[in-house]
Structure formats: C-alpha cells, structure tokens
C-alpha cells in the first residue's frame, strides 16, 4: 500500500472495531489500511495509551562539535579572526582531536551570525609616542648618509596581514 496520512479518528475506530469482534481482514479491507499499521496501533495503545508513540527529540544527525567545543571554536575566532577554514579544521584537529569537513565548519560559522567582513589594518605610524621615539632613535643613531628612501608603490599588503576576517553580523 502506498503511504498516506490516516487520521487518529480512524485509527482507533479501526481498533474499536477489531475488539468488537470484526476479523482482522474485513477491517483491513473496509478501512483501507494493512495488517501491519493495525499490529502498530494496537501496540502503541497498549505502550502508550494512544494509536501513535509520543514524539522522539532526538532526530536527525548529531553535531560533530558539542557545545564546549563550538564555545572553544567561537572564542578562538574572536581572537583571531582573519583565520581560513582550513587553518581553523587543523585547529579543531589538534585542540578537540575531531575531524570536521571545511564545510561544516563555514555551516557552524554561519548558523553562529558570524560573517566574512574586511578587516581593518591599524597602521604602526599612527601611534604618536611609539613614532616620536622612532623619530629620536633615527636622529641619534643615524647620519644621512645612511638612510635610504624606497617607493612603497611596489609593496604587497597580502604579506603584511589578511585582509579578511570573522565578525558579528551587522
């Protein structure tokens, strides 16, 4: 038989019927249903006083990282979070001692809030006192003959800091 739906009502009129003396047959016939789910009914009423078992909570697959260890893994990311997946599989590997696919680990990232956001790179020269005593180490340690200007134009940003990083949504 092909599956459907079959109401509570019908369940236990099909059970009524079987206890007032109707064979399993004719009530398998006259309803629609098979031998089987009239078996399975009259088990859950005799289990559970009703024709279907109470609802399970555990369904579906369960998580690879418990809650402790996707604690770890967020806390870790705010501390760093310009790490790439691969780096953070590698982590878990070593911390947890777990083997998780990049893919659940951007799925855990995702469900999270936490997006993949440009970082900001806070330059050194901005701090005033630490180039004030940059400035006065060069005056005295140095003659100018010594120094050497370069042209930045040629520097590469990707070998000094990620440009991207994990952050709270919004």
């Known amino acids: 038989m092909v599956y459907r739906r079959i109401s509570d009502d019908l369940k236990e009129r099909a059970l009524w019927l079987l206890e007032a003396g109707y064979i399993t047959e004719e009530v398998c016939d006259l ?51 310009e790490m790439y997946l691969d780096e953070i ?11 998780i696919s990049r893919t659940a680990i951007h799925t855990l990232i995702h469900d999270s809030d936490l997006t993949y956001k440009i970082l900001r790179c806070a330059a050194s020269e901005r701090d005033e006192d630490a180039r004030r005593e940059f400035m006065e180490m060069v005056r005295k340690t140095f003659i100018a003959s010594m120094i050497v200007t370069a042209d930045e134009s040629s520097k590469d940003e990707r070998t000094i800091f990620r440009k991207r990083g994990r952050a709270p949504r919004g």
């Open 31 to 81: 309803l629609g249903v098979s031998r089987r789910s009239l078996f399975r009914w009259k088990a859950n009423q005799e289990d559970y006083n009703s024709v279907k078992p109470p609802y399970n909570p555990l369904q579906g697959r369960p998580r690879i990282l418990n809650a402790d260890q996707t604690h770890d893994l967020l806390t870790m990311l705010q501390e760093a979070p």
């Open 89 to 99: 599989q590698d982590w878990i590997a070593v911390t947890q001692d777990t083997g």
